[in-house]
């Protein structure tokens, strides 16, 4: 991380002296320098306005003033486009308190008790966030500068102020471009329809370094009339791209043809009918990010005035190209982190299954069938996802229940089904903590309801039960029934499905059981 961001201002509000002195001491051995905690809500706006912070970790619940008070005095005092991005400290949080706290301010939600990795992870990317921000913001600032320098001019060339004006008017829908949005298809087309316009100039293409294979590849392009510029793929030094790359400098060839023996690829160039030729480097943080093109079908002389605007268009797209790496560099950071989370959740089903040999397997069997079902009645990906954490974490709460019982190999007494019932409220009072999990805990509470309310843990009934454990419930049945068991053998795939049809509308819910069986028949 640099230095810089080590260096941001980051203001603790919690109630709690021990939460506040744990943030401190994880943020100071991350090796943070500047940070202030307080436990009195109340002193956050004057600290606020002092300290200046770039990040601020919220508790919402405190006395004197709550977390929503402070967001909200906040926005009196901070302007919104200041972003100073609040990281909310929560032990449990309802979807309407967190939709509150997102319209107040929020931009994340950090889970007690911290984990230091999530801690630190979150923090890093908020303050990453915020310096984009602030640079981009620095960028505008130059922008708006340099036109209100410009305008000043207008007494000495109507005709020099114009193009002045339309240059700039071009850095801006490029700036614009480049805040609105983080697709870089996007934004580079916008940039290359600028070149071509305010350049006056009858093609361009931008070429994207690839480090992983240190070649130049074609990415965007505008003005051709061959997609022969698509498969454009240069190692650096090769092709005139390839020496601007190597060389990070202008290169102006004002006609290819007496070049024709000097680069590879000029005969791709002739084909379109190019003679003029411009190129260059698209350089951020001291790296060449790839290579700006410039094609013209005539000779090419430019003024100096031309060439430092391209030199300045050229800037703007590597920030461009920067902006969207460190966008998808963060995204990936949130993705492994999801994947790490999953992961866990893998281990923990297996461990299950390994504990119980007589139905290992059965996990990943039915989370395989209930995301099958899930797809049948149209989920949403989010809810199929959840789905599948919540069949692979079903049994989740046999971990309390004892050996003696679990493993049993005859049939329970009465009172060993009594403990055997309670596993689904120890699932849920294990993963309930767990912000992540707890959209996922609909299938490890309610798998062992009924449609007519003759289940349990809570007797729900009918839609009562919430949809992703009417649908696992079905998988749930039909595959303890088709597999073997110590007291047991394992029935056939008719006769288990019999027995489902016969359980519609009072073991499970009847239109669940239609697809399941419909679904069953594609298998």
């Not at 912070?53 to 402070?70: C, K, N, S, T, Y």
């Not at 004002?254 to 000097?262: F, V």
């Not at 430092?308 to 949130?334: E, K, M, P, Y």
Request: aromatic share 6%; net charge negative.
């Amino acid at each position: 991380m640099p230095d810089a961001l080590k260096q941001s201002h980051i203001l603790i509000v919690d109630d709690q002296p021990p939460n506040v002195a744990l943030l401190k001491q994880i943020l100071e051995r991350d090796g943070y320098t500047e940070i202030r905690g307080i436990t009195d809500a109340r002193e956050t706006v004057a600290l606020v306005q002092n300290f200046q912070p770039d990040l601020i970790l919220l508790d919402l619940q405190m006395p004197h003033l709550d977390g929503f008070a402070v967001m909200q005095q906040l926005r009196a005092v901070v302007s919104a486009d200041d972003y100073l991005p609040i990281l909310v400290l929560t032990a449990d949080i309802t979807p309407e308190a967190k939709k509150h706290a997102l319209a107040g301010g929020a931009k994340d939600f950090l889970t007690k008790p911290f984990d230091q990795t999530e801690v630190l992870l979150r923090i890093k990317n908020l303050l990453e966030t915020r310096a984009l921000h602030v640079r981009q913001q620095k960028q505008n600032e130059i922008l708006d500068d340099k036109v209100r320098e410009r305008t000043t001019q207008l007494t000495k060339s109507n005709v020099e102020i114009e193009r002045q004006v339309q240059h700039l008017s071009a850095l801006r829908a490029i700036d614009q471009a480049i805040t609105a949005s983080f697709d870089l298809k996007f934004t580079l087309q916008v940039f290359l329809e600028q070149v071509t316009t305010q350049l006056k100039v009858d093609a361009a293409a931008v070429l994207l370094m690839k480090r992983e294979a240190l070649t130049l590849e074609s990415f965007a392009d505008r003005g051709f009339r061959t997609p022969a510029i698509k498969t454009t793929r240069l190692a650096p030094g090769e092709g005139f791209a390839g020496k601007v790359a190597s060389e990070r400098r202008v290169l102006i060839v004002p006609d290819i043809r007496s070049a024709l023996n000097e680069r590879a690829g000029i005969s791709k160039l002739i084909a379109e009918g190019f003679i003029g030729y411009c190129a260059a480097p698209l350089i951020a943080k001291a790296q060449v990010q790839g290579v700006l093109e410039i094609f013209h079908r005539a000779p090419l002389n430019p003024s100096l005035e031309w060439q430092s605007f391209l030199v300045l268009l050229a800037g703007q797209a590597a920030i461009a190209i920067d902006n969207a790496t460190l966008f998808n560099d963060l995204q990936r950071s949130n993705a492994e982190l999801l994947r790490a989370y999953d992961t866990t959740i893998e281990g923990w089903s297996r461990a299950m299954d390994l504990r119980d040999k007589e139905t290992e397997g059965h996990t990943q069997r039915v989370a395989e069938m209930t995301v099958l079902l899930a797809r049948a009645v149209a989920l949403s990906e989010n809810e199929i996802a959840q789905a599948r954490r919540g069949a692979l974490l079903h049994d989740m709460g046999k971990l309390g229940i004892p050996d003696s019982i679990l493993l049993k190999p005859d049939k329970l007494t009465e009172d060993e089904w009594e403990v055997m019932r309670r596993h689904p409220r120890y699932a849920y009072e294990m993963l309930s903590p767990i912000d992540y999990l707890r959209p996922a805990l609909d299938i490890p509470y309610c798998h062992h309801e009924k449609w007519d309310g003759n289940g349990y843990p809570r007797q729900l009934k009918g839609e009562q039960i919430p949809r992703a454990a009417r649908l696992f419930a079905l998988a749930d049945v039909y595959d303890a029934l088709t597999s073997v068991r110590p007291y047991r053998k394992a029935w056939t795939k008719e006769k288990t499905l019999e027995h489902i049809k016969g359980l519609s509308g009072t073991h499970f819910e009847p239109r669940a059981v239609e697809i399941f069986l419909q679904e069953m028949e594609k298998l």
